[in-house]
């Protein structure tokens, strides 16, 4: 399970990339992305901004919490 340290650190790594693309953009404009250069840089902003909700669901659902659940998981019939 990913602990809050973890997914914050994730987060901020996302945030950091896009931070990185959004002030090359902010400074020459978008025109010098393709069209699907700035799909991306939009997909990119939206995530960036949603990462830690996005890791906590994951966290939450994907991973086991204990040994009882994480068999219930592989083993079920």
């Known amino acids: 399970?990913?602990?809050?340290?973890?997914?914050?650190?994730?987060?901020?790594?996302?945030k950091q990339q896009f931070d990185a693309l959004n002030a090359l953009v902010k400074e020459h404009g978008a025109d010098f992305l393709a069209v699907s250069d700035f799909q991306q840089y939009k997909l990119m902003q939206d995530f960036a901004h949603r990462v830690g909700d996005i890791l906590e669901v994951i966290a939450d659902t994907l991973l086991p919490k204990d040994f009882d659940e994480l068999t219930q998981h592989w083993f079920a019939e």
């Open 1 to 14: 399970m990913m602990s809050p340290l973890e997914r914050v650190q994730c987060a901020v790594h996302w």
